[in-house]
């Protein structure tokens, strides 16, 4: 399946196309898929694997200098660092965590500012679905969930009510929020933009054969040879089965699934959510594939058309008890 600019379209596609291929990475529902022909092999492929915003992470890209793609590489894994100490809900000392303890961070850097006006801007555009101000009633059900017990319900309502994207202020000198309690999570967008800032950074290299998986996927042009780079869409409800290939050049694709605990909250209900086993989007930058299967997973299927169709140009495929669902909008599967 490759993807290319076509016209909008929408239809659901039968089991049968949905090839039954084994991933390379266990537990990733986005995994590279092992081309057997080994045209792509040898000194001019260089790759790297590691983790990146706690997932597993991987580079591939083409150079004919050994010494310089692995310069290359080192200065991805710069760029991969300093957007953590941004990003990272982990990191006690990150940007996010001293916004999110204190209300306010003095004197912004430029990718947050960016980022979090990215993040509002998909508020608007889906609607509430998608609300990085989720955190706090995040943080609620973890704790009770921990300690097995429910959360009273004033205690939700409390969480619920902390919940806006839009009472959070960027400005170029502070970001504060409007709320005391208030907080962010950015783990469904940030590891999309993370990856379009390498991806940015390669190209400005003139690389133009690179694979990345930063938690999501990001192609810049084809293989050296020409061909598409491949793709498996896993299915999480059998991990050793991969729903759908897609070969893409210069497309991101993201996929966004809940686990057992359904850590992917509704911002109105106060609960997770389980419409979809997955939801995967093939958009031109990874920053929209990530936040666009994000809001897609919250999305009512009578919905989804509408949504997908505020992009330029997206594809989504949507997995779920009733099968396989796919929705186009400039982008055409072949």
Sequence with gaps: MTLIPGSARSNAIPRRRFLQLLGAAAGCLLVPQTDASGSDAGSLRHEWTGTALGAVANITLFHPDRG??????????????????????????????????????????????????????????????????????????????????????????????????QRIDIGVRRIRFAQPGMAVTLNGIAQGYVTDRVAELLRARGIEHVLLDLGEMRALGPKPDG????????????????????????????????????????????????????????????????????????TPPDEVEGLVGKSSQAAALLAGPGGIRVVENGIVFL
């Design 68 to 165: 310089e793609a692995r310069s290359i590489i080192q200065a991805c894994l710069a760029e991969i660092a300093r957007l953590e100490a941004e990003f990272s809900l982990f990191r006690p000392d990150s940007a996010l965590c001293r916004l999110n303890r204190g209300g306010v961070l003095e004197y912004p850097s430029l990718d947050m500012r960016r980022l979090l006006s990215e993040a509002v801007r998909f508020g608007d555009f889906s609607d509430g679905h998608f609300d990085v101000t989720v955190q706090p009633l995040w943080r609620l059900l973890a704790a009770h969930r921990a300690a097995r017990t429910v959360p009273p319900q004033e205690e939700l309502q409390a969480a619920l009510a902390l919940i806006d994207y």
């Design 227 to 298: 061909r598409p780079w491949r793709i498996g869409v896993r299915d999480p409800v059998r991990p050793d089965h991969v729903l759908q290939e897609l070969d893409v050049i210069d497309w991101a694709v993201a996929t966004s699934a809940a686990g057992a605990n359904l850590n992917i909250l509704d911002p109105r209900k106060g609960e997770g959510r389980a419409l979809y086993s997955s939801v995967t989007v093939v958009a031109p930058n990874a920053t929209t594939a990530d936040a666009l299967s994000t809001s897609l997973y919250l």
